[in-house]
């Protein structure tokens, strides 16, 4: 008889390696119990790991040892945050210590990855870890409507140093990743920024 956990486990490998899945991708596959179920004991075996409540991977590479599957890879917390991100038809923006983090403008990796959203607030906190991530509503609706989302990292980052407060250290790093913006997507998207750093871009 073809169970539930044979199923769930069908479709996880089908999809391949690496990849986040919500408890609810199953949700087709049987009775809630034993969705539930299978994806305790696909856990508790190696084969998934629950990086968060409902949210299970997929690793890239397991370790067989005996018959015990140890798992040596983990997503990271922006993969996360993006999978939740599609799944929820939301749109997220890096805000805070985390952007600059991202683009090398800062060596502090914050506890907390914080990211603007148009969607509802929340707090995730990963599993066997101290991170989390954290969903900040906005309704500044300019913030989610570039095409490039390198600007879109870039123009947050430059928001949380502040205007009149960038270094020129800082604004050689800039320059780095500005050069692999689109010369199209900048012409949509120089509209929607702020006009300080607007002037800085276009210098």
């Known amino acids: 008889m073809y169970s539930v956990e044979d199923k769930i486990l069908d479709k996880v490998k089908k999809c391949g390696r690496g990849k986040i899945f919500f408890a609810n991708d199953f949700a087709t596959l049987g009775a809630s119990d034993a969705i539930r179920q299978s994806l305790a004991r696909l856990r508790k075996s ?7 409540h ?10 067989t040892i005996g018959s015990l599957v140890i798992s040596d890879d983990k997503p990271a917390v922006d993969e996360i945050a993006r999978a939740i991100a599609k799944r929820d038809k939301i749109r997220i923006v890096p805000v ?9 403008l800062s060596t502090q990796v914050p506890v907390n990855v914080v ?3 148009n969607g509802a607030p929340r707090r995730v906190k990963i599993d066997g870890s101290r991170k989390g991530i954290l969903f900040m509503h906005s309704s500044e609706q300019k913030r989610f409507q570039y095409k490039s989302e390198l600007l879109m990292i870039i123009v947050s980052a430059m928001r949380e140093i502040g205007e009149g407060k960038l270094r020129e250290s800082e604004l ?3 320059k780095g990743h500005f050069q692999h913006v689109d010369k199209k997507d900048f012409e949509h998207d120089v509209k929607l920024m702020p006009i300080w750093v607007r002037k800085i871009l276009v210098r």
């Open 115 to 117: 990211y603007m959203t």
């Open 96 to 104: 805070g210590v985390y952007a600059l983090n991202l683009l090398g």
């Open 54 to 63: 409902g949210i299970y991977y997929y690793p890239k590479k397991n370790i």
């Open 46 to 52: 190696g084969v998934l790991l629950r990086v968060a």
């Open 172 to 174: 050689k790093i800039i």
